[in-house]
């Protein structure tokens, strides 16, 4: 307790100059609590306005997949280097090191696997969210699937609102539906419909044509999902074309652990995502610590 003794008078009120009132540097996000502020500027570097997410939470659905058999020795040496990782509640108790400080994405809703008819989702219990401390609850929509477009609307809008009660946003995460394909319309729809929604981050698909058009319909950041296995150029080309045209990062998972030099991969697409360098240059960088690391 201060002592009312031996005190100097205030004098220094900065009178005649305004109080500065920082703006907030992610789209779509100025007016969101200080708590969702605090967490998003976490997850996104304050200084390039992007994020590399490293995303690992494939076994949800499909298994032990490739690069994911064994999550300690694949997917911990590799999360130093991520901005922010996701990932399920099981594989962040298992394997996950406290100590590594990331930010959490963390796979919000559960569902079908791979084995029968997928999109069939339910919500978990926000209590855990906030025991694991996570700073993102993502959380999947299948627009076009006429059977399940319905329920997985409404597990995002049930998400906001839970994640609006304690300052966690929410990564709406966008399912390709069974009729429709890949292309910015699609994308578009899908995309604006979770930031209409309430999310304050969507994770969408590359395309190769007008990924422009997608990026610019949306009022929220954008990440690209990595998707399926390409060549480490493809990838990189990818991940540069994709923040050339407006996302604000990129969630990757198979094209990293999956490389055959995956810290060289990530430190590649870094390079991309933060500093704004060429595929060329990016590409060395991958090759240079492959060659370096055998």
């Not at 009120?13 to 109080?19: A, D, E, K, L, R």
């Not at 969210?129 to 609850?137: D, G, K, P, T, Y």
Request: net charge negative.
């Amino acid at each position: 307790m201060a002592d009312r003794e031996g005190n100097i008078d205030a004098k220094d009120f900065g009178i005649g100059i305004p109080q500065c009132s920082e703006g907030f540097f992610l789209k779509g996000n100025a007016h969101v609590d200080w708590g969702m502020k605090d967490r998003l500027s976490r997850i996104f570097n304050p200084k390039s306005g992007h994020t590399v997410m490293l995303a690992f939470d494939h076994g949800f659905i499909m298994g032990p997949t490739s690069g994911l058999e064994r999550m300690d020795l694949t997917i911990v040496p590799l999360i130093p280097y991520s901005d922010c990782i996701m990932c399920t509640r099981g594989a962040l108790r298992t394997i996950v090191p406290p100590t590594c400080n990331k930010p959490i994405s963390y796979r919000f809703d559960a569902g079908t696997s791979i084995l029968t008819e997928l999109n069939d989702q339910v919500l978990q219990d926000i209590d855990e969210a906030i025991r694991v401390n996570a700073s993102l609850l993502a959380c999947m929509v299948a627009i076009g699937d006429p059977k399940h477009e319905g329920i997985t609307i409404r597990n995002l809008t049930k998400t906001v609102d839970l994640g609006t009660r304690y300052s966690i946003p929410t990564l709406g995460v966008t399912a390709v539906g069974k009729e429709l394909v890949r292309d910015a319309r699609y994308l578009s729809l899908a995309s604006r419909i979770c930031a209409e929604n309430g999310a304050n981050v969507v994770k969408t698909y590359f395309c190769n044509e007008k990924f422009e058009q997608v990026t610019n319909s949306v009022p929220v950041p954008i990440v690209i999902a990595g998707g399926k296995k390409l060549g480490e150029r493809d990838a990189l080309e990818m991940a540069f074309q994709a923040i050339d045209q407006g996302a604000s990062g990129v969630d990757m998972g198979r094209n990293i652990f999956q490389s055959d030099s995956p810290v060289g991969m990530i430190l590649a697409v870094r390079a991309i995502v933060h500093d704004g360098v060429k595929v060329q240059q990016a590409f060395e960088i991958y090759e240079t610590y492959k060659n370096e690391h055998k």
